[in-house]
């Protein structure tokens, strides 16, 4: 049975992704370029079945699905209807054997709820961490939580940690509270806060994936702010530092534009790191996503954006 303490609408949400789970379902979300690329081939205009539904969010008829899901979906608010056709609002990927709920293609929304390759890149970062992690974790927070994968993957890998998935956005809030229960993850809370500025006390694990980009639309899922988009990366640095545990890691998934062959991203985090007497590393996972993005003003003068890894481990 769903949570009964969702309200009715998404505990609709819970029973329709269980429903997909039974039928077998699974999809893993592309960049926003290739799935409109794969969209745009002859004879997907219009979906066929499930994952063309819910995974390429392809319009359909009416018949394509049995009307307990058509029900479901109208109960939580996430089918449309345009000239005859249906849509569903909202998309579901696999991840560590879980489903989840989030934005519809294309996620031009304001309050547009992310998950894609960067989401993936995340989950691995965060697993890598939690192997390699021998200390106990007892209170965890997934900045800028989104639909909630970082914070789930955590409270599940340490069902005794209490987890704050936190956000601004009401969409993603509601969006990793479902996910949560379809994952089975009770010791994960989403809650509203900018930053940490809603949670209080230490953390012995902070994981973040925010957005990185510069966006001339400046949606919350994509504007990362600042110069070249590291601007929250950096904010989310600084609250991490004043808020780590003795033992405590941070985990930021991020993304670096190189300019010239430097990264003014890790410079920026270096001279916050100088002082603090934690230790750290610092990779790239991808030397080269969003490649479509150096044709934009904003990276002009950019060779290309990278997938990096900060970890930052504060001393006991």
């Known amino acids: 049975m769903p949570d009964p303490s969702l309200p009715p609408a998404d505990q609709a949400l819970v029973t329709l992704v269980r429903s997909l789970a039974e039928r077998g379902y699974g999809f893993v979300t592309a960049t926003p370029l290739s799935h409109a690329r794969v969209n745009a081939r002859p004879g997907n205009a ?35 209807e345009a000239g005859g056709m249906l849509r569903s609002l909202l998309r579901v990927s696999s991840l560590e054997g879980m489903l989840f709920l989030h934005s519809a ?22 697993l890598a961490e939690l192997e390699r992690r021998q200390a106990p974790v007892r209170r965890a927070v997934d900045i800028g939580c989104g639909a909630g994968p970082g914070g789930i993957l955590v409270a599940r890998a340490r069902p005794d940690a209490a987890v704050a998935m936190v956000d601004i956005n009401g969409a993603a809030l509601r969006l990793a509270r479902v996910n949560a229960v379809l994952a089975g993850a009770s010791n994960a809370e989403a809650r509203h806060s900018d930053l940490l500025s809603g949670v209080e006390g230490e ?5 973040a994936n925010p ?7 400046q949606r919350a ?14 904010a989310i640095l600084d609250a991490a530092l004043a808020r780590l545990a003795p033992g405590g890691t941070l985990v930021l998934y991020t993304g670096a534009a190189v300019v010239k062959g430097e990264d003014p991203f890790r410079s920026a985090a270096e001279e916050r790191l100088a002082g603090s007497g934690a230790r750290w590393r610092y990779r790239e996972m991808d030397p080269d996503v969003f ?26």
């Open 221 to 234: 899922y994509r504007h990362g702010g600042g110069d070249l988009g590291a601007g929250l990366s950096l």
């Open 46 to 80: 219009e979906a066929r079945n499930l994952r063309d539904v819910f995974g390429w969010s392809r319009p359909f008829r009416p018949n394509l699905l049995p009307p307990p899901m058509l029900d479901l979906m109208r109960a939580g608010g996430v089918l449309a």
């Open 211 to 217: 957005p990185y980009l510069v966006d001339p639309a």
């Open 203 to 207: 953390f012995d694990l902070v994981v």
């Open 105 to 126: 293609f294309p996620t031009a929304e304001a309050d547009a709820v992310f998950f894609g390759p960067d989401t993936y890149r995340f989950a691995n970062a965060i």
């Open 291 to 316: 490649g479509e993005e150096l044709e934009t003003p904003a990276y002009a003068g950019a060779d290309r954006i990278a997938a990096v890894v900060l970890t930052v481990n504060r001393r006991e």
